[in-house]
């Protein structure tokens, strides 16, 4: 199951990228804006990033103006690795070599159709491991000696 949120700088391209995931038969849960009025992104955000940890689901897709600032909050959320992507290269590179498990993108620099493209990239992709595993590692280090 993925797990989908935005703020109201995200909510008409949330709705197409939920609406691809239905076409494609894809389970989601979705943590809202269930409208575009205004809203605050970190609060969306941290409730995606807070379920991808939990395992409550197994990746999230997170949406604002410009896919900053959720990107920003969730990766407060220790155990997030989430990444901005505004082409598939990135969004298939994130998944490859940083095992991200929350893509972020923007509405208002991301169209529809090149959003579901990433979003299909980036939940088709596998984690490569080997090396990179190690720097993924290097990565919790640092959150973590950061939080202490």
């Known amino acids: 199951m993925i797990g989908i949120g935005c703020d109201h700088g995200g909510f008409e391209?949330?709705?197409q990228v939920r609406k691809h995931l239905e076409e494609n038969g894809i389970a989601y849960k979705?943590?809202?804006?269930?409208?575009p009025e205004?809203?605050?992104?970190?609060?969306v955000a941290e409730a995606v990033?807070?379920?991808?940890?939990?395992?409550e689901v197994e990746k999230g897709i997170l949406i604002?103006?410009?896919?900053?600032?959720v990107s920003i909050a969730a990766n407060k959320v220790m155990g997030v690795r989430a990444a901005l992507c505004g082409d598939c290269y990135s969004a298939e590179?994130?998944?490859?070599?940083?095992?991200?498990?929350?893509?972020?993108?923007?509405?208002?620099?991301?169209?529809?159709?090149?959003?579901?493209?990433?979003?299909?990239?980036?939940?088709?992709?596998g984690f490569d491991g080997s090396y990179h595993a190690d720097r993924v590692a290097l990565i919790a280090d640092i959150e973590r000696r950061e939080r202490a």
């Open 30 to 35: 979705d943590f809202g804006s269930f409208t």
């Open 49 to 55: 990033a807070r379920a991808v940890v939990a395992g």
């Open 93 to 125: 590179y994130t998944r490859r070599h940083n095992d991200a498990n929350i893509l972020t993108m923007g509405e208002r620099v991301t169209g529809s159709g090149l959003a579901c493209k990433i979003v299909d990239t980036f939940l088709n992709t």
């Open 38 to 43: 205004r809203c605050d992104y970190p609060v």
């Open 64 to 69: 604002c103006g410009t896919g900053i600032g």
């Open 13 to 15: 391209l949330k709705e």
